[in-house]
């Protein structure tokens, strides 16, 4: 889709909820500017993308000064939560 987001705490983008399915998210940017605390705390579980659900494509994103690039609990919940 091709968005720039800059600074945005704790997360960058959020696909949480499971309705978001067999989506592409493509080229995105995800930047935290603060190099010395980052946007999200540590063991926080937060990072660049959050994701739960695992039905969606991600190709050719970036991200930056996050402490995970992608966080998701994987097969805990495979589908998201709305299903």
């Not at 704790?10 to 998210?25: A, L, Q, R």
């Not at 659900?53 to 994987?74: D, I, K, Q, S």
Request: charged share 15%; aromatic share 10%.
């Amino acid at each position: 889709a091709q968005n720039i987001i800059w600074d945005a705490q704790p997360v960058g983008i959020y696909i949480e909820d499971g309705n978001e399915m067999n989506s592409t998210f493509e080229e995105n940017v995800v930047v935290c500017s603060s190099a010395d605390t980052g946007c999200s705390k540590l063991g926080s579980n937060h990072g660049g993308f959050y994701v739960i659900g695992m039905t969606n494509h991600f190709l050719r994103n970036r991200v930056a000064n996050y402490e995970l690039c992608f966080w998701t609990p994987g097969g805990h919940k495979p589908r998201g939560q709305g299903l």
